[in-house]
């Protein structure tokens, strides 16, 4: 099949030698870490975690709007005062919609955490701009049945297309690049452009949540109940906790979904399990409080919502994100097909990981043609790999 055939392009496994990353790539691709991210089911729970708070957010907004007055409504649309046009950056030069596939939906879902600026005295330290912590092609086919989603590990080795970064400057194209490394190089609308240059999916919407933004959402339930059965030491992200139970703040609980050099073997396994944890808690205090059922709680959730995401500009208004959220409420996350991109080991570079073939090709053809994917994309040669469905 050729590329003209809807095969993406760069999937598979390029010459070692060739488009070596430059010098602001390596330090880009180092500040994401140097091991690759194992698949398996910390990796899924990983997946389950965004998706529900992606829900979580979605759902907030449109019950929170539903009865607001004008001022309400006002202030809520001015918390959305970023988006990103991905017409204009990205031009005319996309994939099309299959007519299959006209009724289905595809979006980008994208966690960041930024420690730059003031970011940096809520723990971590200072790290220079954002690093995107997750990446998920949500597919909701037509007539919102079973929903698929597509993780896509963060050390893949990918073909990035041309860029324009932030500033305006021209980002050459390049192979075998970190995908992590892609966000942090040029934005949100590079990424998207990456995403669909390596699958020939169209993407009709982008999401992306900061995590930093989780600090407002926390405070405004009062905080969150964890646990721990060890101590917690990190000079790092400035948490020191005791084994025990713990009501964390908003800045505690940052701290504590960006842990990782306290606990375990220092590794960002630990600090994942960390995160499912919190976001499991999150969640319960949520229903504890029947934040849905409580006007005040609820605007309290929805200002703090509207202050952590950057869409898209079709969805950068608080009608349109609502208007979006009714649409696709029928959706569970809990339901949902959650399938990682299936890769290899590198045989140049061990600790990353490249797309693996067929299974990937197959994989991105079932999402652009709208249909079930078949049991042979599921399969990841890297250990571990598979779906938890």
């Known amino acids: 099949m050729t590329q003209t055939d809807h095969e993406p392009a760069g999937q598979g ?8 990353p430059s010098a602001e790539e390596r330090t880009a691709q180092a500040a994401e870490g140097t091991a690759a991210e194992k698949p398996g089911p910390v990796g899924r729970s990983r997946r389950r975690r965004w998706l529900k708070i992606t829900g979580l957010v979605v759902g907030v907004l449109v019950l929170g709007t539903a ?29 099309k919609k299959l007519p299959s596939a006209a009724g289905a939906k595809d979006i980008l879902v994208l966690g960041s955490d930024s420690r730059a600026g003031d970011n940096q005295d809520l723990g971590g330290g200072a790290v220079s701009g954002a690093r995107s912590d997750t990446a998920m092609v949500v597919h909701i086919p037509a007539g919102n049945k079973q929903a698929t989603v597509v993780s896509i590990p963060r050390d893949t080795l990918v073909s990035r297309p041309s860029c324009t970064t932030r500033d305006g400057r021209t980002l050459p194209a390049a192979n075998r690049v970190m995908f992590n490394s892609v966000y942090s190089l040029a934005g949100p609308a590079c990424v998207v452009k990456t995403v669909e240059k390596m699958s020939g999916v169209r993407l009709d919407h982008y ?28 000079k790092h992200s400035g948490l020191h906790l005791a084994p025990g139970t713990h009501r964390l703040d908003g800045t505690q609980a940052l701290a504590f979904v960006r842990t990782r050099h306290g606990i375990g073997d220092g590794s960002d396994l630990g600090r994942i399990g960390l995160q499912q944890q919190f976001m499991t808690a999150l969640l319960g205090e949520v229903k504890k409080q029947n934040v849905l059922g409580s006007p005040v709680k609820l605007y309290k959730m929805a200002d703090s919502a509207t202050k952590l995401l950057t869409t898209d500009s079709e969805l950068g208004s608080l ?13 569970d996350p809990d339901h949902m097909e959650t399938v990682m991109l299936p890769v290899s080991y590198d045989k140049a570079d061990p600790n990353r990981v490249v797309a693996a073939q067929p299974q990937a090709g197959l994989l991105w053809k079932a999402i652009r043609e709208d249909k079930p994917v ?10 571990g790999g598979g779906t938890d469905r």
């Open 13 to 20: 496994q390029t010459d070692p030698a060739s488009d070596a």
């Open 67 to 95: 009865g607001a007055g004008y001022a309400a409504y006002h202030h809520l649309n001015s918390n959305l005062d970023h988006s990103v046009d991905l017409d204009r950056q990205l031009g005319p030069d996309r994939p």
């Open 207 to 234: 999401v992306e949540i900061d995590f930093v933004g989780f600090k407002d959402l926390v405070d405004a339930l009062g905080g969150v109940t964890v646990h721990t059965s060890v101590q917690i030491d990190d």
């Open 319 to 331: 009608g349109a994100l609502t208007s979006f959220g009714r649409s696709v409420q029928g959706v």
């Open 374 to 383: 078949p049991a042979a994309a599921k399969h990841s040669p890297a250990a």
